[in-house]
């Protein structure tokens, strides 16, 4: 079946502790990216990839870091997670990226203390 | 940001009715896709429309495209309980960059 795969679901924290939220996508994609959700705020772009080793930022970079070392897989990491970083987080994957419809995964909720 | 906006926020319907939705956006297009999120879970693609194109229909989804208005709009017809939902529009500016708008929540009342 074709899904892009976040773990985990749900994840609290405290601040400071560095934390990674994986995507993993079966579909051989070239584009992925991260989006954070916020009420009232629809959902922002953090970082995207169009392929391995190209990776570019989005609207919100500040405080993540993405790696796209292999095709299938492209994790969010906080290095020093703060409160305001507490949202709902989306990894998408597409074909060949703005052209084409995006595939979620089904959402990380964390919560920083 | 050049972030969508839809309209209205809010949507309450009876089951059977027509929902229409809008969305604005602010500088020229590539596409625009229309998704769909059930509560907190993740966001499921509906329809994409290109620049060229003025209407595209999916089921009983339709959607039209105004370039001149810069604005969309969303119409699920004979809607169902299981449409109840929040949907999003999506701008792609030619770049790698979506952009979403905020969402319209919409309750199908059985």
């Known amino acids: 079946e074709a899904q892009v795969t976040q773990n985990p679901r749900y994840l609290i924290t405290v601040t400071g502790k560095k934390l990674t939220v994986t995507c993993s996508q079966n579909?051989?994609?070239?584009?992925m990216s991260w989006y954070r959700q916020d009420p009232g705020l629809g959902l922002r772009q953090i970082y995207y990839?169009?392929?391995?080793?190209?990776?570019d930022k989005g609207d919100v970079p500040e405080g993540y870091k993405v790696s796209r070392k292999e095709k299938r897989n492209f994790p969010l990491i906080l290095e020093s997670p703060s409160p305001n970083q507490t949202s709902l987080y989306f990894c998408?994957?597409?074909?060949?990226?703005?052209?084409?419809?995006?595939?979620f995964g089904s959402g990380t909720q964390l919560s920083v203390l | 940001s050049q972030q969508g906006e839809e309209d209205p926020q809010a949507l309450s319907i009876q089951e059977g009715e027509n929902a229409t939705m809008n969305c604005s956006y602010k500088?020229?297009?590539?596409?625009l896709q229309w998704y769909r999120q059930n509560s907190g879970r993740g966001l499921v693609h509906l329809i994409l429309?290109?620049?060229?194109?003025r209407e595209k229909h999916s089921g009983r989804l339709r959607v039209t495209l105004d370039i001149s208005k810069k604005s969309s709009s969303l119409l699920i017809t004979a809607s169902r309980a299981a449409d109840t939902a929040s949907y999003f529009c999506?701008?792609?500016?030619?770049?790698?960059?979506?952009?979403f708008g905020t969402g319209t929540s919409l309750t199908v009342i059985p």
């Open positions: 579909m051989n994609h070239e584009y």
């Open positions: 429309i290109r620049s060229n194109e």
């Open positions: 990839s169009m392929n391995v080793e190209v990776t």
């Open positions: 998408a994957s597409s074909r060949t990226g703005g052209y084409e419809k995006l595939f």
């Open positions: 999506a701008t792609d500016l030619g770049g790698n960059q979506f952009y």
């Open positions: 500088t020229s297009i590539n596409n």
